[in-house]
């Protein structure tokens, strides 16, 4: 089985590196982007099981990297989990108005964003699985980006039995 690959598109440098390292080691392929315009370039060479933004990133913020995931059709249905911070509740906001796989509220230990992009590729991966050719995750995330969620034994939404 070949490793996840997931795009890690954030500001700072030192959050950046410790998140690497326990990707890396948790078995995923990373590629790192520090704003929005090298996001994009990344994005053009390849596509990720999953990405990892920031709403606040310089040059073209978190919420134009989401749009233009959800505006191709090679890549709408990459899992996307949302950094943010208290202070970034407008850039929240406006990239919430996309399908988003999860949030988490920085500070983020290495080993919980690890916990957060394993359950999004897991998730992804069931949803491959089970769903018939003309469903993505992105339809059915925009039905309900809130609150759906999936279990890890089963791959069927939480609480259906």
Known sequence: MRPSKVLLAIRRSQSRSDYVVDLRRNGFQVTTADDGIECLDVLSRFIPDAVVVEPELLWGGGDGVVALLRDKSETRS????????????????????????????????????????????????????????????????????????????????????
């Open 78 to 161: 990459v899992p996307v989990l949302v950094l943010t911070t208290d202070a970034s509740r407008s850039a929240v906001y406006r990239i919430s108005q996309f399908p988003i796989g999860d949030f988490l509220t920085q500070p983020v230990s290495p080993q919980r964003l690890t916990g957060g992009v394993t359950r999004l590729v897991k998730d992804d991966q069931c949803l491959s699985k089970s769903e018939s050719p003309s469903q993505s995750l992105s339809t059915t995330l925009v039905r309900a980006p809130k609150t759906f969620s999936y279990s890890q034994k089963q791959c069927t939404p939480a609480g259906v039995g």
